[in-house]
């Protein structure tokens, strides 16, 4: 630990030097307040801030790129506990690792609690986003969003994600794939089509829309500089084009006589038709439609990659889930698609898709910020505090999960849901897409254990954790024959 960690550790006035530190006058502001705060200082929860500026930024990043990645948060759960004290990208935050306070901390969105985004992701979801929207507006549009997605609506799609799903997999027929690059070409087009549908130009539109789309993503994962030739500059353009072409196809779906559309923008369109409210403007259309492509896009893009890479290390389950689909296609005609009773069936693949998630889930951690002091189970987290919910060492906790980093299929035989495993979060915030991503890995997992024998890697590669969870080298892989 460092030397200004061992000076500050275990004392409350840590975090207070912290805000002043980063935040300036608005921490001097703050600092104000804590006559009320001085008695509770010793129910802060402990920890360290490493260096200053930096803060524990360097070993964080250190350990998401070693072979040990879970590492950082192991140790300081033992030295401090389940809810610490540290410093990551310039923020002073508690990270909570504990079930229940992670409950606590995720249900409780207002007055307690409120979400925060960094403000390159801001730019990009743009400020009607669901994930930026709070109070009544966000319980409105989260149920029009949700009506989309629901399984009632996506039991109409299973034939069309597994249309998408063998176009792909035929290309993969003799030679050497890269699973990210067509993992993120399969859930992009499958989102598209259940968010934004472009019609007849689907072709050409489609492929405009997603080079944009993709300079957008690119924007929101970097620093927000706003200067010729930076990614958040490309991004910023990418988002006005990206508008001007939602706002033609609403044109021309408000112009139009032709085909019924029943994608998220249709809804979005008849929202006043569906829930008696205000029409919604285009703005906040164009916000949704984008914000929903880009929560959807790397999440089930890096599920669906580590998925491959899982089952293609495990030659057990691949051959149990070659059973699992053989027996599906044994009882239905030949050429019929998959329908949902069908899916529904994949009870296999659905345990193979929750270890994935528990072991790689794309969603390294949920940001929130207290609205006001909030005290839980004898610990204070002050007032304006960035609080971080760490998925990952929640899945990773050895008495939850016993041999925690082995990949076993059988942990979730006959096991329900609980507050121990929120890869798609949980309480108000709880993933809208979660039925649709869980929908399309399952129909890829089954378009590829019933067309091809096996995969083997073409190169080594193995797992990476930084700057996002993903495959070192992509996954680069050939495929067998039946
Ligand atoms: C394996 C794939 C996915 C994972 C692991 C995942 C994970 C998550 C998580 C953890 C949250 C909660 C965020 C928070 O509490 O701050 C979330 C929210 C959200 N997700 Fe997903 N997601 C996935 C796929 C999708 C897909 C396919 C879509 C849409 C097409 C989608 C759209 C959204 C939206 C719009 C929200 C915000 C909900 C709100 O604020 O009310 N996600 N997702």
Redesign the pocket.
């Known amino acids: 630990m460092s030397q200004w960690g061992i000076l500050l550790e275990g004392g409350a006035i840590i975090f207070f030097v912290a805000v002043l530190f980063t935040y300036g006058a608005a921490g001097l502001k703050w600092l104000r307040l804590t006559p009320a705060l001085r008695k509770r200082y010793r129910k802060l929860p402990k920890g360290s801030l490493g260096w200053p500026l930096v803060g524990e930024t360097f070993a964080f990043q250190h350990c998401l790129m070693s072979t040990t990645p879970h590492s950082f948060v192991d140790e300081r759960r033992r030295r401090y506990g389940d809810l610490f004290l540290t410093h990551l990208f310039g923020t002073p935050l508690l990270a909570s690792t504990d079930p229940d306070m992670n409950k606590f901390i ?1 249900t409780k969105e207002e007055p307690l609690f409120t ?1 925060t985004l960094p403000k390159s992701i801001s730019m990009a979801v743009g400020e009607n986003a ?2 930026m929207l709070r109070g009544d507006r ?1 319980k409105r549009m ?1 149920r029009l ?1 949700l009506s989309v997605f629901s399984p009632e609506v996506l039991k109409h799609k299973t034939g069309s994600i597994q249309a998408s799903a063998t176009s792909i997999l035929k290309t993969w027929k003799g030679r050497k794939v890269l699973v990210a690059d067509d993992a993120r070409e399969y859930t992009f087009y499958v ?1 598209m089509n ?2 934004i549908d472009m019609g007849q130009d689907r072709d050409e539109r489609s492929e405009v829309f997603r080079n944009r789309f993709l300079q957008l993503r690119a924007g929101a994962r970097a620093l927000p500089i706003d200067l010729p030739g930076t990614a958040f500059r490309k991004a910023v353009q990418a988002r006005k084009h990206l508008k001007t072409m939602v706002e033609t196809v609403i044109d021309e779906r408000k112009r139009s006589s032709g085909p019924q559309y029943d994608d998220l923008l249709a809804k979005l369109l008849r929202a006043s038709e569906s829930d008696g409210g205000e029409p919604l403007k285009n703005e906040e259309i164009v916000d949704v439609v984008l ?2 492509l880009l ?2 896009f790397d ?2 893009a890096n ?1 669906l990659l580590f998925l491959v890479y899982y089952i293609g290390q495990h030659p057990q389950v691949l051959h149990d889930l070659k059973v699992e689909h053989q027996e599906i296609l044994k009882d239905k005609p030949a050429d019929e698609p998959l329908s949902y009773s069908d899916y529904k069936r994949m009870k296999l693949t659905q345990s193979t898709i929750n270890e994935t ?1 528990r072991l790689a ?3 390294l951690s ?2 929130r910020r207290t609205l006001q002091d909030v005290e839980y189970n004898g610990r204070m987290v002050p007032a304006n505090c960035p609080v971080q919910v760490w998925l990952r060492s929640l899945h990773t906790d050895p008495d939850l999960y016993p041999q925690p980093y082995n990949f076993d299929v059988d942990r979730w035989k006959g096991k329900a849901s609980t507050n121990n495993f929120i ?3 949980l309480g ?7 039925d ?2 869980r929908m399309e890995l399952s129909i890829f997992v089954h378009c590829l254990v019933t067309m091809y024998r096996t995969w083997e890697l073409a190169e080594e590669d193995a797992p990476r954790f930084f700057p996002e969870p993903g495959m070192k080298k992509g996954l680069p892989i050939f495929v067998h024959d039946l």
């Open positions: 995720l979400s669901l994930l966000h989260r969003v989102a259940a968010i914000s929903s929560a959807g999440t089930s599920t998630l889930n794309p969603v949920l940001h890869p798609f979060g108000p915030r709880l993933c809208v897409g979660m649709l991503a």
